[in-house]
């Protein structure tokens, strides 16, 4: 099916149906796994076709695989891409394609409150190669553009952000960056294709990390980006050599995954949603962050570029660290752990999960209170969830 086909499908049917509607070995009705490393071609002209890209086919597994193949389209026509490539990791997926549109003396702008990963390479590594880096206050929209204008080659944006869910004006920034010839990329792991298409807001690049709501089960790693196919095929040159490949057992679990994504993401914003409405009215809660709720300062533009606003809230406790102590042990129905997307509500501190890589000092610069605590709100019933997460609140 064309591009143009799959423009009048609805999300859960691509979910479950792209990549797969032509027949597959000895007519299996499910994408097999294939752990072959290489791939025999008894005509050498063939295989040299298949070699240099001039043919369909495979040759090495560390280039491409069927099973991956298939992961990928199914993600290229979820958000609307020219091609799609993917990658081991979704920290994978970021740094080869950083890497890749990036040379020693170009600039790269984004914001201070990227996941801490990215942080990280925005901070140690990029610099190192020569790289310059500008990374802005999020909510301050016009130092962005002024620093976007003092010259961007790449414009790397995040929305909602990891852990404070602040929300970017996509529409307008990667306008900016556009007037400035920068590649725009967009992190949607948050969001997701059910929630966000920054593709079609003008964004060049999407990239996720797999691992949570687009495999959703919290047993797969995988990263995946999306867009321009020049820039597709550039990441994916680099990738090949680089060697942070997706392998296919990967592949088939987050292939799985996505066949309930839409179901799984529909029933995730229901739930986080709730869940930010109770804490908000808790003597025992400082503060939340959900862009769904209409006192967030984020949820007019949230509301005008999202379907959705995502299974990802936070919420900072009015005690001390110790009160963080108290509260995480006695929730009975999530697991405590650093990751995120999964069917099961999973809680923890940025301290520990997504910034654990910064300091005390730098995770305050990023406006991320010790107090703070990332939630996952999962699809269990939400009456059950809000009553455990209520019993805990109470020990405090």
Not at 159 to 175: E, G, S
């Amino acid at each position: 099916m064309t591009n143009q086909d799959w423009g009048k499908i609805k999300q859960s049917t691509k979910a479950v149906w792209a990549g797969e509607t032509r027949p597959f070995f000895e007519g299996c009705a499910q994408v097999p796994i294939v752990n072959s490393v290489s791939y025999s071609h008894d005509d050498v002209d063939e295989w040299f076709e298949v070699a240099t890209g001039k043919r369909e086919g495979h040759i090495y597994s560390r280039n491409t695989n069927p099973t991956v193949q298939v992961f990928e389209e199914k993600m290229r026509v979820l958000e609307g891409a020219e091609a799609a490539t993917s990658f081991a990791t979704g920290m994978a997926a970021i740094s080869n394609t950083l890497f890749t549109l990036l040379s020693p003396g170009q600039r790269v702008v984004s914001v201070k409150d990227t996941y801490g990963g990215t942080s990280i390479v925005f901070l140690e590594h990029l610099p190192r190669f020569g790289i310059e880096v500008s990374l802005c206050e999020t909510h301050d929209i016009e130092a962005i553009f002024a620093e976007i204008k003092k010259g961007c080659d790449v414009l790397y944006l995040e929305t909602p952000t990891n852990p404070t869910m602040k929300i970017l004006d996509l529409k307008r920034l990667i306008a900016a960056g556009k007037a400035q010839n920068a590649v725009v990329m967009v992190d949607n792991t948050f969001a997701t294709p059910i929630n966000q298409n920054p593709l079609e807001l003008g964004a060049d690049l999407v990239v996720h990390s797999a691992t949570k709501f687009i495999g959703g089960h919290s047993d797969a790693m995988g990263g995946v980006i999306c867009g321009r196919e020049d820039l597709v095929k550039q990441v994916y040159a680099f990738r090949e050599i680089n060697g942070g490949t997706l392998d296919a057992n990967s592949a088939y679990l987050l292939l799985r995954g996505l066949k309930t994504l839409k179901l799984r993401i529909d029933k995730q914003n229901e739930n986080a949603m709730a869940l930010a409405e109770f804490l908000m009215n808790h003597k025992n809660v400082d503060d939340v962050f959900y862009p769904g709720l209409e006192s967030d300062p984020g949820h007019e533009v949230a509301k005008s570029q999202m379907k959705g606003y995502s299974g990802m809230l936070g919420f900072s406790l009015k005690g001390g660290f110790d009160d963080v102590r108290k509260f995480l042990p006695e929730i009975r129905f999530a697991h405590r752990a650093a990751h995120l997307g999964g069917v099961e509500t999973i809680v923890g501190p940025p301290r520990t999960t997504s910034h654990v890589e910064l300091s005390e000092d730098q995770r305050r610069k990023l406006g991320i209170p010790e107090t703070l605590i990332r939630c996952s709100v999962g699809i269990e019933d939400i009456e059950d969830i809000i009553d455990d997460f209520a019993q805990a609140l109470a020990k405090i």
